[in-house]
């Protein structure tokens, strides 16, 4: 779906994942909605405002909310550079110009392999979309779904309360994490096996290569 015109969003929420990293949920305004496919990105920009020297104040953000929450979208702010660091910042209430979606990193329903998602920091964002649009799609999942995601230390697990969750409600949802920091608190190369009774993450250390993978 590509709209050419601006739609005005409001930040409705605002909910602090890790230490640097907020989650800001977005509603349309006065009816107007962008229709999404899982994995697209938005451009954004604060309302009524002038590009400075014609050059475009848009930054471009990926949805981490499913298509089927259709009331509101969801992007992932980090606390880093000009434009983001205003973002992660701006109160509730605030105005936004968004334009999109667009993208062609998109999941396909059409797909007869299993889904394997690679993420790592913030680019858990456009993999989430996939994810809870798979989840909320189907009654029951009947393929296994793995997700890697790599992150820096414990603390920059963003969606780890989500991911959990869609852990212990879906058996054949794999979520493993890798912390590549060397002073975590895990054990070094540990290698944690989660039981069918317990539907939780794994936790392991180590970056993601092609020996991580093919232990997965």
Known sequence: YIFS??????ISKVIQQTPKVR?????????????????QYIDINFANEKAENNNSNYMSFSVSSPPQ???????????????????YNTEIGTYLEIKGPFGKFIYNDNTKAPPVFIAGGTG????????????????????EITLIYS????????FLK????LSKNIDKFNCIFTITSTSTNL?????????????MPVW????VDEIFISEH
């Open 23 to 39: 989650l800001l949920q977005l509603n349309h305004f006065k009816g107007c909605m962008i229709k999404f496919l899982p994995g």
């Open 162 to 165: 989500e991911l959990t969750e």
């Open 187 to 199: 054990p070094t190369s540990c290698k944690i096996v989660r039981s069918p009774q317990e539907k």
């Open 124 to 143: 858990i964002a456009p993999i989430m979309s996939m994810i809870q649009y798979i989840a909320h799609g189907k009654a029951l999942i009947d393929e």
């Open 204 to 207: 392991q250390t180590g970056h």
């Open 151 to 158: 992150c820096k230390t414990e603390k920059d697990v963003i």
């Open 5 to 10: 015109n601006m739609i005005l969003y409001k």
């Open 69 to 87: 929450k259709n009331d509101s979208i969801e992007i992932v702010v980090i606390d880093f550079g000009t434009f983001r660091h205003r973002l």
